[in-house]
């Protein structure tokens, strides 16, 4: 999150008076994240949040806000999307509306295409336990089988594609051992991409940027005094058609990570992929792909830390992450034992002296 587009206080207000939800008292700009603009909207109806897209267009966010409002429906933890009254979509379930349909979840603030969703109770947690790691497990699984039958269909667009394309970008700014890096594991998914194993493990609808800050927890109001709970999952302006172990390499690779060094921690390891898998079993094709789904997912978010990086759009309030991290992850990764063994290790007792 991050502020490229200043919001005047007088056309918040009557966005969120057109969307009936009520008179809007306070608007602040939320720092952090590197795409799009966002604010904090306080009414007395409520608290919102308010998201101007920099970078995505209207044949795009259907997909998102869709998707978003299809989880909600399911039960799944996430903020619903509020519609323009004034746009009637076809008749028919809003979800079924052609892709080029007017979207009833896009409002235009400054110019730019936004939408506008409730607020999440509680708050991130950045220091994640195992506990945590747990419950985030069965949340994206639980995520991923609730978005089984959702109709629409957008490849995601930070996926192998976009590497090659982007890497020759980023290239001149490294040096001869982060060259030799990028290029090789580039070389690598590649291969990967074109394998049996790859094809047959199952896809849909992936959140591809389910990182600690995009997780909230707050304690149950009919559990006062116990430690929190996961309590929402947002910011799907990532989200797109791809493998599901993607969308948990992704996972992994930030809940259970050492964040100085970038190893994996075992506990958290073992903990996320059981909690996992007591929802959804992981298939043999994903269990022999983790690995390279680990490694896919470094590479993924070093070329676009790399990218922003060296290559930043202006902003009122934007601090972009530090690259060197991901390639720290990514050159554990590629050299770490399969997470099954590392995780039975962790599990098992140990051994007397």
Known sequence: MAVFTEVGFDEARELMARL??????ALKGIEGGIENTNYFASTDQGEYVLTLFERL???QLPYYLCLMKHL???GIEVPEPFADPAIVPPEGHALEIPANAP??????????PAAVVHRLAGRSELAPTEAHCAELGVALARMHIAARDFPRIQPNLRGLTWWNETAPVVMPYLDEAQSTLLASELAYQNHVAQTPAFAAMPRGPVHADLFRDNV?????????????HLSGVFDFYFAGTDHWAFDLAVCLNDWAIDLPTGEAHEGRTAALLSAYESVRPLTAAERTLLPAMLRAAALRFWISRLWDFYLPREAAMLKPHDPRHFERVLRHRSRALHPFDTAAQADAPACAA
């Open 20 to 25: 009936g939800l009520g008179s809007l008292h």
């Open 57 to 59: 267009g209207a044949e």
């Open 72 to 74: 909600a429906s399911k």
């Open 103 to 112: 979207c009833e979840f896009i409002h235009m603030v400054a110019g730019k």
């Open 216 to 228: 909230m927890f707050a304690v149950r109001e009919d559990e006062p005094g116990h430690p929190p």
